[in-house]
């Protein structure tokens, strides 16, 4: 008998993490991917992959993350990125006003590319900040609102609500299929 598990899926699941660049969207997928946090600036080129394979409504999902580059010079996020998709995460920074004031366009971006049956997830990151905050959880929450979206404020540094971020997308996406 092997000691070794390795968790076996009972589906896959693609999300694609979009939002400006410097908000946090790789930061957030390592930690909940390899519980790994790092203040070191290193922006994406391109993209980025991670998977975790984690049980949601009592089914194991392999996840697959696409973790995009937020600097505008790597940006051409279209139909590639999102075909198969079955969840966008916005990502913005709750201690810069125009990460925030740019949800508007990614979300004008995923709406043309993406899927009808997409799930979308808005997130506040950098809440351990709250000296630095500009952008009220209240202010958060009624745009998620306003375009149909899911909510969470977190902390990629702290480790604050990541996980719960994560599995309020994935149970709506498996609650859906
Ligand atoms: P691009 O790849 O250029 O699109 O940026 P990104 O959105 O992936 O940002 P990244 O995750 O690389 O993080 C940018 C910076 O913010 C890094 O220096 C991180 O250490 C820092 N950072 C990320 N999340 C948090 C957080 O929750 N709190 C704090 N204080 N800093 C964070
Ligand atoms: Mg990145």
Not at 124 to 152: I, P, W, Y
Not at 166 to 175: D, G, N, Q, T, Y
Request: glycine content about 6%; overall charge positive.
């Amino acid at each position: 008998m092997t000691t070794l598990e390795i968790p076996r899926a009972d589906w896959q699941c693609k999300l694609v993490v979009i939002g400006d660049s410097g908000v946090g969207k790789t930061s957030v997928m390592r930690r909940f991917t390899d519980n790994e946090f790092s203040f070191n600036f290193v922006a994406t080129i391109g993209i980025d992959f991670k998977v975790r394979t984690i049980k949601v409504k009592e089914k194991m999902i392999k996840v697959q993350i696409w973790d995009t580059a937020g600097q505008e010079r790597f940006r051409s996020i279209t139909t590639a990125y999102y075909r198969g998709a079955k969840g966008v995460i916005i990502v913005y920074d709750i201690t810069s006003l125009k990460s925030f004031s740019h949800v508007n366009n990614w979300v004008i971006n995923f709406n043309r590319w993406a899927g009808d049956d997409v799930q979308a997830l808005l997130v506040g990151n950098k809440c351990d900040l709250e000296d630095q905050r500009v952008v009220t959880k209240m202010a958060g929450e009624k745009l998620a609102k306003e375009h149909g979206m899911e909510f969470s404020e977190t902390s990629a540094k702290d480790c604050t609500n990541v996980d719960i971020a994560f599995m309020r997308i994935l149970e709506k996406i498996v609650e859906k299929h």
